[in-house]
């Protein structure tokens, strides 16, 4: 069987560090040749919670060759015009190309690969990328957490899901969900909020938590999706135990506390982790925040409603984009937050 590991930024070298480990050879693709070359020359070395260096091997996407079985693609979403087709052409009629990116990405997907060949998936851990040939796990992996949730578009649970299951399990345990865009929609509250507001103030995740402003705007990006997903009939899975309906609770000040409960507990431990969103501006490249933030304001308008705190993420993650904006904690000044004191 041949895997391989579509876009090896962070996740993708996490990923394929601990596969290669734990014996499923899997090969690295990446377009950083530098970071190509430091996989094949030193391994990729893997620190945070574990400090390892896993020899792979891993090649530029003008290198493939052949046909593969399994694809788990983690390239951004802005990639997908002109990565997806290249992909296409290493594959065979029974091919599955796992997503794990972020958003809700399975349905583009499956218009460049093919729907009979499309799964999905989420990620339940976060990473940062150091530089060539080193990523950091930013939570830890090891304590038997669920580490991925995967599934069929349309919930079924097939063989090649639970083949697809088999592969990741070499990395930590996987929930194969019949409910995949509740997992999606779950995913997209944390990486709308967090991600989103890591974004707009130039912050890892413990500052965001540390500023009562910054913390307050997660549940109130939280309430609008779970509106719009409300709208649009999706049924959340819970993520650690946790109802997602209580993150976007403002309503009353115990609300608030509620909100705010939620997503300290599920950063406890990822508090020193850097959005990927950040990280790319600040490498001044073009984010993903059309996909993510971006997505439930689309979805708003869809249904008639109002997404004003993912409208100001947009812009002003937009504007850092543009030069316009510093990356800085007073971009909280364009939020119309609320005074929750008691």
């Known amino acids: 069987m041949r895997v391989a590991i579509f876009g090896s930024g962070a996740m993708g070298t996490v990923l394929g560090a601990f596969l290669n480990k734990n014996g499923l050879e899997a090969v690295l ?28 091997k891993a090649i530029l996407p003008e290198q493939m060759e052949g046909k593969y079985d399994i694809v788990f693609v983690f390239t951004k979403q802005t990639s997908n015009a002109e990565a997806l087709p290249i992909l296409r052409n290493f594959l065979n009629e029974d091919s599955v190309v796992c997503t794990l990116q972020n958003g809700v990405p399975e349905y583009s997907v499956s218009d460049y690969i093919g729907g009979n060949r499309t799964v999905g998936g989420t990620v339940l851990w976060g990473a940062t990328f150091i530089g060539p040939g080193v990523s950091e796990v930013t939570q830890d992996v090891t304590c038997g957490d669920t580490l991925f949730d995967i599934g069929e578009i349309d919930g079924s649970v097939t063989e090649r899901i639970k083949k697809v299951s088999g592969v990741l399990e070499h990395m ?14 779950s995913k997209l509250i944390l990486n709308s909020c967090m991600s989103g507001m890591s974004a707009v103030t130039g912050s890892v995740f413990g500052d965001v938590l540390n500023n009562l402003n910054a913390s307050a705007c997660l549940g109130l990006i939280a309430k609008e999706i779970i509106e719009v997903s409300s709208a649009a009939g999706v049924k959340f899975e819970d993520v650690m135990g946790m109802d997602m309906k209580d993150w976007g609770k403002t309503g009353t000040y115990e609300d608030y506390v509620l909100s705010q409960r939620c997503f300290r507990k599920f950063y406890a431990d990822k508090r020193t982790a850097k959005a990927s969103m950040l990280q790319d501006l600040e490498k001044s490249k073009k984010t993903e925040v059309d996909m993510i933030n971006g997505f439930v304001v689309e979805q708003g308008k869809k249904y008639g409603i109002p997404t004003p705190f993912n409208d100001i993420a947009v812009k002003v993650i937009k504007g850092i984009e543009n030069k316009e904006l510093p990356l800085s904690m007073d971009n909280l000044r364009f939020f119309d937050i609320p005074d929750f004191d008691e």
């Open 29 to 56: 693709i990446d377009s950083y040749a530098d970071h190509v070359k430091a996989l094949n020359e030193n391994g990729a070395h893997i620190i945070g919670c574990v400090d390892m260096t896993v020899p792979v």
């Open 172 to 185: 930590g345990p996987v929930s194969i969900v019949e409910n995949l865009m509740g997992a999606r929609w």
